[in-house]
């Protein structure tokens, strides 16, 4: 049985989950709204009440977002936090409180909070092999490992898990296949379209000889694309744009051949999580991390137009 206040184990759910509390960091694009829409569609079809929280891409919020949310005692709490640092000790202060955790989507710093301790499981993609499949797909496109060029890096939001793995699966894998491919500049625009379209319309004036963009989200890459082009460039000639999701719209930019390729970051998890959370509720053992699994779009193979259908 757990005290509240002193609780220094894993928690595990009673057999009778009701109420699940949801804190999602944002709701601001296509991405998090197909998540949202996906958690809650999951959360009915198995019965759950699902009290939902949206903190605007604040950590502030998303601090003050769980507390209220611990205080609601939910049988179980769902935590998608805005960045790694932030909201672990709020996970830690749920653990505390004698209710049990899932991280969703983004992870948490695992040192200051651990799965099997301080939370059950991490259920989300592998951000790190998204970043090199996106490095795998921008070398191809700008002409294999002995390519040399330079490119730029759009990042997502600072503190993030996926800016921090994609960043660092991406410049991994470039600098071992093909070293030759440099980056010359790598900005944050926080995983926004309007923040991207402005800081390319900045670096495409200090770079213009780059042949290439790395873009950690699909809705950055979109807004690269329309500065490019306000530029005088061709994207999908002259410049090759690869990002991250499978938004509808950026897929259909790799369709029409203005972006090369497309890496899936699959939103809809809510099938993965409910799962995850009624095995937990049975008592099994969970592993550290349920991986959703990813895959990547281009037009040359058919990959892109047979995905598109399906996009969200
Ligand atoms: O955490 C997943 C990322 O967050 C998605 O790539 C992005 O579009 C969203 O903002």
Known sequence: SCVPGSNTKLVKPSSTVHKVAWSQNALDGAWRFAEEASIADAAKAHGYQLLKTNANNSDVQQVQDIQNLINDHPDVLLVDPHTEDAEAAQVAAARKACIPVIVVDRDVNEQLASPGRDFATFVGGDFKKEGALAADALIEALGGPSAKATIVE???????????????????????????????????????????????????????DIKGVFAHNDEMAIGAITALKAAGKHPGQDIKVVSIDGTKDAVNLVVSGEEYAVVECNPRLGPLVFDTLDKFVKGDDLPAWVVQPDRVFKKADGTAAAYLPNAF
């Open 154 to 208: 759009l990042d997502g939001t600072t503190g993030s898990s996926p800016a921090i793995l994609r960043g660092g699966g991406f410049n991994g894998e470039l600098s071992t296949k093909a070293p030759g491919i440099r980056i010359v500049a790598e900005q944050t625009a926080d995983f926004n379209r309007a923040t991207g379209q402005q800081v390319m319309a900045t670096l495409i004036q200090q770079y213009p």
